[in-house]
């Protein structure tokens, strides 16, 4: 069962790509369209390089801005671009983004790690970035910024596969441009664009002969106490959460499930979930599926059983 999305509440204000649109969108003059809200696909975490530390496969950066702090963990595979699109090294002293694959687990520390796909530097040569998913006519998820890919649009892909015009549509892309027109949504010709393509069964494969983490008392409540509800597994919250050691108490609207410094708060009806500082989304929204029970997607039992470990 994979984690699901992971955002951090104070970064709530730098989503990207997935951005909800607080009033209505205006798709042309004149037109309305209903209010648009959709999951992230990454989170975005800017700051300035205030530390570097340097590990045996990674290298992490301490990188704050006001009150906001954290590491954004930089390996060997992390794409690492200034603002224009070029190549870059990361210093003590480079104000970054890193934008993190929503979908990907996080480590259960204050303050958070990041495992960036990209990190941007900021330079003060002219350029702007998006990461993010564009659909089929190449629009981002939040609907400000149109692509029009021109005959000088350098493309790429991080698997190093030739890519066309016609393999950008509803991927992950890395977008580096300068102007956009002033309409709604603003469109742009970017001078590169690199598409996140990196095969996700490399991050998600398990490793051969490699058994999963299981626990024969939950197996056996999941398999007694259990509902589908649109193709996801509903297990109920309190017995599963009690049966691995966790605290839980009733919100009234939901429960806090807690075991020391660890914290869940989860709400019936929706799919946003907290875990300490951060908010997370559940594939499917907690709810009363029988009397005073609530039920939670079975995705949750890896998280309590890895973060209670």
Do not use: W
Not at 178 to 199: C, F, G, H, N, Y
Not at 268 to 296: C, H, I, M
């Amino acid at each position: 069962m994979k984690m699901k999305k992971a955002v951090p509440f104070a970064m709530s204000a730098l989503l990207i790509s997935g951005a909800a649109i607080p009033t209505a969108v205006f798709a042309e003059e004149g037109t309305q369209t209903e209010n648009v809200q959709v999951q992230p696909d990454f989170v975005k975490f800017t700051g300035t390089i205030e530390k570097v530390e340097t590990r045996e496969n990674s290298t992490h950066y301490f990188v704050k801005d006001g009150e906001q702090e954290g590491y954004l963990v930089v390996t060997k595979d992390t794409l690492v671009f200034d603002n224009t699109g070029k190549k870059a090294e990361l210093k003590k002293g480079d104000k970054v983004s890193g934008y993190t694959d929503a979908d990907k687990p996080m480590i259960m520390i204050y303050p958070p790690q990041y495992s960036p796909d990209v990190v941007i530097v900021e330079t003060e040569e002219l350029g702007s970035v998006a990461v993010g998913k564009f659909d089929d006519s190449l629009l981002n998820q939040s609907l400000s910024l149109k692509l029009n890919v021109g005959d000088k649009t350098e493309l790429s892909s991080v698997s190093g596969e030739k890519v066309t015009a016609d393999d950008l549509q509803g991927k992950d892309l890395v977008v580096f441009y300068t102007m956009t027109t002033r309409s709604i949504p603003a469109q742009t010709t970017p001078e590169k664009i690199v598409v996140l393509d990196k095969a996700a069964s490399e991050d998600d494969a398990e490793t051969p002969g490699e058994e999963p983490v299981t626990n024969p008392a939950v197996d056996k409540i999941v398999e007694a106490d259990h509902y589908d509800v649109n193709g996801v597994k509903m297990v109920p919250l309190r017995l599963i959460a009690e049966e691995l050691g966790y605290k839980v108490t009733s919100t009234g609207k939901g429960a806090i499930v807690s075991k020391g410094a660890l914290s869940f708060t989860i709400t019936r009806g929706e799919k946003a979930y907290g875990y300490n500082k951060s908010l997370r989304y559940f594939e499917a929204a907690a709810d009363l599926l029988e009397p005073s029970k609530t039920y939670v997607p079975a995705s949750l039992i890896d998280e309590l059983m890895e973060a209670g470990a």
